[in-house]
């Protein structure tokens, strides 16, 4: 019994222990797999950080050598920025030593000049003692004539020159002034009696409104014209009335006024007074307009309020066919591109562009030219000084007292000559042509004649053995003077009178 139990205990016992090692058997496998993942783990871990690292060194390796590259495209523009300017020293020394030499040369050249010089000044002294004692067993008469002969046979040409020269200046001078005179009185008080510069049509809805303008006995056309201005023109053209008149601002109010009577149709004194009184202050309105979007295309500002309202009346005149104001606005643009080109003040140019014909739209009783009376007004309202000399000096009336005076000129003149500024029938043009190489044909001694440059240059080929050199002189000047008496055109026209004379063998 004793040994049963001791067995069953061992038993039991062995299989308690069995049962402890395989716990503790499978425990520590458990912990071995454990520790095997751990390490593992710690191994990915390891392996991401290299990773890393390594990234953030190839980043930063990357960063390196891009600022390396960067500072080595740095030095290499700078190696050849030195090497163009080495380039560019290299050439100006080579231009230098050119010059260098070419003036040497020029200096061995005046040396000889002067060395032969003297040796013709040694000749003429001897010359002139020869002479002298020659006179001194003339009288004195005869001394005197042939001191004479001897001054006119040397200074032939430099009088004939001369006589030419002054002759042609003093009289193209005088010429310009009168037509520079002529124009700026046309431009002001009168024009053209063109219908396109000088009347405005305004069309009727019916051949009965004519009656009802002239009124009974004519007191409705008579208070129309004396309230506006103008001339109203009813003739038998259908369906329209002519409103004729020089000043292009009293023949628009005429329109706005005659065009509201016509839409409202009460037409009689009264209405008329009060439709003249409406259509100048829209005129107002529009000239304001006018005026101030001339400025704002412009971007000027602290502009009088009475210069506003003269540069809103240019829009309503025009100059050959040109808009005065839009050509205000060309030269102030023109200006200004050149004032910048030349370092000078774009903000003066502009003033003074805008502002040089201002004087066209003042009133008549102004006694000066419009350049001078614009410079006046302009003064007056305190601008600038140089703006002030530039509008009253860009018809050469006063002197210039600076850069912006010339700067007006020529782009007053680039504005008027530019193709297609001031607008001409091509049948006109050819007319133009045509008169111009007929004038010269007409003259003895032209073999052809050819109008060039839309008829601004005219070219006479003239027979050598009919017509001398200072004949042709005299060709030239009287061409100028009968294409300036028979022929109205904008600019002006350079005559060349070519005289050429060849002579030809053959030897055989």
């Known amino acids: 019994m004793f ?22 058997s499978k425990r520590q496998q458990s912990l071995m797999r454990r520790s095997e993942e751990q390490r593992a783990m710690e191994r990915r871990e390891e392996r991401l950080a290299m990773r890393e690292e390594q990234s953030q060194w190839m980043a930063a390796h990357e960063k390196e050598r891009l600022e390396f590259e960067r500072e080595i495209s740095r030095e290499r523009q700078a190696i050849e920025l030195e090497a163009k300017r080495v380039e560019s020293l290299e050439k100006a020394l080579q231009d230098t030593e050119r010059e260098l030499r070419s003036e040497g040369g020029r200096l061995e050249s005046l040396d000889l000049e002067l060395r032969n010089g003297m040796h013709e000044l040694t000749k003429q002294r001897r010359l002139l003692q020869l002479k002298l004692h020659a006179l001194t067993r003339m009288d004195k008469q005869a001394a005197r004539r042939e001191l004479i002969r001897l001054t006119e046979e040397s200074c032939a040409d430099e009088l004939r020159d001369l006589r030419a020269q002054l002759l ?13 005179t002529l124009l700026a009185a046309m431009q002001r008080i009168t024009a053209r009696p063109m219908n396109d510069a000088t009347a405005t049509v305004v069309t009727l809805s019916s051949e009965d409104l004519k009656g009802r303008i002239i009124g009974r006995e004519g007191r409705n056309i ?4 004396q309230a506006t201005g103008t001339t109203l023109l009813i003739d038998e053209t259908p369906d329209s009335v002519l409103i004729s008149c020089f000043d292009p601002v ?7 006024a005659l065009e509201q009577l016509l839409k409202d149709g009460r037409i009689h004194p009264a209405s008329i007074e009060e439709a003249v009184v409406d259509a100048t202050e829209a005129m107002h309105s529009n000239v304001i307009e006018f005026g101030e979007g001339a400025l704002r295309e412009l971007r000027i500002g602290g502009v009088h309020a009475e210069l506003i309202q003269l540069l809103g009346k240019l829009h309503y005149r025009l100059s050959n066919n040109q808009n005065t104001l839009k050509h205000s606005i060309e030269v102030a643009q023109l200006a200004s591109l050149l004032a910048a080109e030349l370092g000078l003040d774009t903000a003066l140019a502009l003033r003074a562009g805008l502002f040089h014909d201002v004087g066209k739209s003042m009133e008549e009783h102004f ?3 419009h350049a001078k009376a614009g410079a006046d007004l302009l003064k007056r309202l305190g601008e600038d000084d140089r703006v002030v000399n530039a509008v009253a000096a860009h018809h050469e009336e006063v002197p210039a007292e600076s850069p912006y005076a010339p700067l007006i000129m020529v782009a007053d003149a680039l504005s ?4 297609g500024a001031r607008t001409s029938s091509i049948e006109g043009f050819i007319e133009r042509v045509r008169t111009i190489e007929a004038i010269a044909k007409e003259e003895p001694g032209v073999v052809e004649a050819y109008a060039l440059q839309a008829g601004r240059e005219l070219r006479v080929i003239i027979q050598p053995e009919r017509v001398g050199e200072e004949a042709a002189r005299v060709l030239a000047r009287r061409l100028r003077q009968r294409i300036e008496e028979e022929m109205t055109y904008p600019g002006s026209i350079r005559i060349t009178v070519i005289r050429e004379q060849r002579f030809v063998e053959t030897a055989t």
Request: charged share 25%.
């Open 416 to 419: 008027a000559v530019r193709p």
């Open 250 to 256: 009293r023949r628009e109010i005429a329109r706005i």
């Open 367 to 369: 006694e000066h030219s």
């Open 3 to 24: 040994l049963e139990l001791a067995l069953i205990f061992l038993l039991g016992a062995l299989g308690a222990g069995f049962f402890v090692y395989a716990f503790l």
């Open 222 to 225: 008579r208070t129309f014209e």
């Open 168 to 180: 042609g200046r003093s009289e193209s001078e005088i010429n310009e002034q009168a037509q520079r």
